[in-house]
Nanobody
Framework: QVQLVESGGGLVQAGGSLRLSCTAS????????MGWFRQAPGKEREFVAA????????YYADSVKGRFTISRDNAKNTVYLQMNSLKPEDTAVYYC???????????????????WGQGTQVTVSS
């Protein structure tokens, strides 16, 4: 069974930066597009960013465009989310997810992902 393990969350002041990492077990990581989602208390899980298998294409939510960067290192089975210029409204639990190969819809749709990590808390203070 593939497992996704996130790390790198924490408490940061507004305007600061964090880099999240998500490492996958197994040998098939490079075959799958990957995504990051987040969920704040009392809110639905929302799309943050996604990246294709060879990192040829990336996708971002409008709310993070220009501030966050998704990348991947297939040799390390790891996907990253570099978060700059953080705002209090970025506070949430951040999840990485593996996109299903059978899904052809939008990268922003949570139901298109078949494996999820346990999440890492990001808290941005004002």
């Amino acid at each position: 069974q593939v497992q996704l393990v996130e790390s790198g969350g924490g408490l940061v002041q507004a305007g600061g930066s964090l880099r999240l990492s998500c490492t996958a077990s197994g040998r098939t990581f490079s075959m799958y597009p990957m995504g990051w989602f987040r969920q704040a208390p009392g809110k639905e899980r929302e799309f943050v960013a996604a990246i294709t298998t060879s990192a040829g294409s990336t996708y971002y939510a409008d709310s993070v465009k220009g501030r966050f960067t998704i990348s991947r290192d297939n040799a390390k089975n790891t996907v990253y989310l570099q978060m700059n210029s953080l705002k209090p409204e970025d506070t949430a639990v951040y999840y990485c997810a593996r996109r299903s190969l059978a899904y052809t819809g939008r990268y922003s749709t949570p139901s298109g992902y078949d494996k999820w990590g346990q999440g890492t808390q990001v808290t941005v203070s004002s």
